[in-house]
């Protein structure tokens, strides 16, 4: 029982939680009601999709175990007694577990694009492997580069959801020249971006946590190469600019009569916003940015189920709709 507890805490089911249910976010709370402004109706179907989430969350549970494999002994030094690998699971079990996560996520993966029709989505999932795996082994210790990587890795997620969707809406003749395959895509775009800006501030907070194993490792990760201080000062910058990204969605769904939408923004994501810059200011030990990095993960949760919003605005914007159409 302790082994399969340690497996499941090794390729953190929150995580995975939040990929899986991302994708279903922008399925059926964005794209659906996107397309119920239209004629149009999902075209992958349910089996197809299910696949290509479940693709999705085994290369990712993959990536979280070499990424503890490369760091047994960072892991003894920011979280001691609490390593996983090298003492309840062996490092081969874990490397075993590693490839068959991947061989199995790779094959489900490229089948579940053939049957939506867009097969070549496939390369995905073997960019995702090649990609986690370089992060692990080597850029995750870099100044920056491994950030990035992984806040486009999460960027990619939701840009994923809708363009096998897309593709497949494309392959109707009808659908080429539809106005509503631009709004997905404008929509899709601003939703990575989202989870792009919340995944690298999250990422360079947990390097600030992590500073005293990655010194000693021989990384040169944000705080290492410039300090802890000067990276508060980049990461209240890059809340601040989220806030305001945020602000202009905020201004777009006000002038478009969205009400709800623009005070969910306000209190369930820009409200913890403000919540991460007051704790920056006062943060100094691994144990205050360890909770700034929990309150970035509620945000992410947040902006995600910001979707369940947009759907009930869209619900209700297509009910005037019908109603003024049909008292003309």
Request: charged share 15%; aromatic share 16%.
């Amino acid at each position: 029982m302790k082994l399969f507890l340690s497996y499941i805490r090794l390729i953190r089911p929150f995580n995975l939680t939040m990929i899986v249910f991302t994708l279903y976010m922008v399925r059926f709370c964005f794209i659906l009601p996107v397309l119920s402004f239209s004629s149009f109706h999902l075209q992958v179907s349910e089996w197809a999709f299910a696949l290509f989430a479940i693709a999705f969350g085994l290369i990712a549970a993959a990536g979280y175990i070499i990424n503890d494999y490369y760091d047994v002994e960072i892991d003894r030094i920011n979280k001691p007694g609490k390593e996983i690998i090298g003492s309840v699971v062996s490092k081969s079990s874990a490397l075993t577990s590693y490839w068959i996560l991947n061989v199995v996520g790779i094959i489900i993966g490229f089948w579940s694009c053939h049957k939506a029709g867009t097969p070549i989505l496939g390369t995905l999932f073997l960019f995702y492997l090649i990609g986690l795996w370089l992060y692990s082994y080597k850029l995750k210790s870099t100044f920056l580069f491994g950030n990035l990587l992984i806040s486009v890795f999460l960027g990619i997620v939701p840009l994923a959801s809708a363009y096998i969707e897309a593709q497949a809406d494309l392959k109707m003749p009808e659908a080429i020249n539809s106005f509503i395959i631009l709004p997905i895509r404008t929509g899709a775009w601003a939703i990575a971006g989202f989870a792009f800006f919340s995944t690298l501030i999250r990422e360079i907070v947990k390097d600030m946590e992590d500073l005293e194993g990655d010194m000693l490792a021989g990384c040169y990760t944000m705080p290492i190469v410039l300090g802890n201080k000067k990276v508060k000062v980049l990461v209240l910058i890059l809340v601040f600019l989220l806030i305001a990204l945020l602000g202009i969605l905020q201004y777009n769904t006000w002038s478009s009569g969205w009400r709800n939408s623009f005070y969910y923004i306000l209190v369930f994501i820009q409200l913890p916003c403000l919540i991460v810059i007051w704790k920056m200011l006062k943060a100094s030990i691994p144990k205050d940015f360890h909770r700034i990095s929990t309150w970035l993960k509620i945000i992410m949760l947040t902006g995600i189920c910001y979707l369940f919003v947009f759907a009930y605005e869209c619900y209700i914007t297509l009910q005037y709709i019908r109603l003024l159409s049909h008292s003309l």
